[in-house]
């Protein structure tokens, strides 16, 4: 069974600082790599995709994966209490055009 | 970004009655669309994958004579709840991907709120 895993939280950081969410996926020809973020009572809205090796660069955010570990990461740089939200990490498998598995996600807060 | 509207936001209805969501791709074609239902805390649990023109593909334990789906158009996609009850009360998310190009993302509608009294 393909699984999405990551640690629920809630993770907490300061203002400013910067928040490391994980998550690890099992279907090792995985391919597609994205992170969304939901506020409650909201429908997930596309942070990030990754696709290859290394990180990825958009503005605050920075999303790394390693297809070896089976590990993608996503990194918020300046932290801001809107950052607060849960961070769902979805995987798409092969054959591409097949629906997003979704991880738990991780709840992240963000104090001033 | 691709837009996705997705009606009714909310509704609630009684114990026995069938509720239908509409889930609409507004700049883009969708061959294919995605139903995903949410619990409280828990993640996006796919419930099935709506196909154009043919029938729709159901995750295993996902009762398909009640979770009626209809995809008549490239951009439209219609989840009917029949004779819901209040196990079925959770927040209903369609997605949609596409057709005509993008790199994979799903792009997701605002989401139903249904809640069975």
């Known amino acids: 069974q393909k699984e999405v895993e990551q640690n629920s939280g809630p993770l907490s950081v300061p203002e400013g600082a910067i928040a490391s969410l994980n998550c690890t996926y099992s279907?090792?020809?995985?391919?597609?790599f994205f992170w969304y973020r939901q506020y409650s009572g909201k429908s997930p809205e596309l942070i990030m995709s990754i696709y290859s090796n290394g990180d990825k660069e958009d503005g605050r955010f920075t999303a790394q994966l390693n297809k070896a570990s089976q590990y993608v990461s996503l990194l918020i740089r300046d932290s801001q209490p809107s950052d607060s939200a849960t961070y769902l990490c979805?995987?798409?498998?092969?054959?591409?055009?097949?629906?997003?598995?979704f991880g738990k996600g991780t709840t992240l807060s963000v104090s001033s | 970004g691709a837009v996705v509207s997705q009606h009714p936001s909310r509704v609630i209805c009684k114990s026995g009655t069938s509720v239908k969501i509409e889930c609409r791709s507004l700049d883009f074609q969708a061959t294919t669309m995605f139903w995903y239902r949410q619990f409280p805390k828990q993640s996006l649990m796919l419930m099935a994958t709506s196909n154009e023109g043919s029938k729709a593909t159901y995750e295993q334990g996902v009762e398909k004579d009640k979770f009626l789906i209809n995809h008549a158009s490239l951009t439209l996609s219609t989840l009917t709840v029949t004779s819901a009850h209040p196990e079925d009360s959770s927040f209903y998310i369609c997605?949609?991907?596409?057709?005509?190009?993008?790199?994979?993302?799903?792009?997701f509608g605002e989401g139903s709120r249904l809640t069975v009294l």
């Open positions: 979805a995987v798409m498998t092969v054959p591409a055009g097949t629906a997003l598995i």
């Open positions: 279907d090792r020809v995985s391919q597609s």
């Open positions: 997605s949609a991907r596409n057709a005509g190009g993008g790199t994979g993302e799903l792009f």
